[in-house]
């Protein structure tokens, strides 16, 4: 009972495990998701900002030369793309390191739940041997107790016939008193 409820709880791990990789690859999938609606309105904010930019206005200032906006967008979407590849690449070691962990503790469990199976056929192989010990001593005393029986009867008889030897040489015995008065 106790190795079935290890059984059991093992199983009950295993689906836990399974549950906590499902929720992971679910977030990893979120994560993605999340990436490419960021990127896509990265896209449009700055298509929307090349629109505002790229008008027909022109007009001519006389000042110094202003930030070139194009190259700040431009790296701003590069300062982006590496910190969505980073976070790429760490939800993905994470959940690798993760995935090998959990494999780890499925492999440790599996061996602890081999040795519990092979621990309970030891166990019912000696069950068997001690039933077939119980067995055969249960013979041995129903043996020795017919024998008894037998002894017991055989020596009743006996001492029933020696009784009534005892009883005849009283009887004899009291006879010859009487005639020896």
Known sequence: MSVEAD???L??????????RTDLEMQIEGLKEELAYLKKNHEEEISTLRGQVGGQVSVEVD?????????????????YE??????????????????EELNREVA??????QMSRSEVTDLRRTL????????????????????????????????????????GIEAQLGDVRADSE
């Open 128 to 167: 068997q041997g001690l039933e077939i010990e119980l067995q055969s001593q249960l013979s041995m005393k129903a043996a020795l107790e017919d024998t008894l029986a037998e002894t017991e009867a055989r020596f009743g008889a006996q001492l029933a016939h020696i009784q009534a030897l005892i009883s």
């Open 82 to 99: 590496v910190m969505a590849e980073q976070n790429r690449k760490d939800a993905e070691a994470w959940f690798t390191s993760r995935t």
């Open 7 to 9: 059984i059991n709880g």
């Open 11 to 20: 199983r009950r791990v295993l689906d836990e495990l399974t549950l906590a």
């Open 108 to 113: 440790g469990h599996t061996e602890q739940l």
């Open 63 to 79: 000042s110094a030369p202003g930030t070139d906006l194009a190259k700040i967008l431009s790296d701003m979407r590069s300062q």
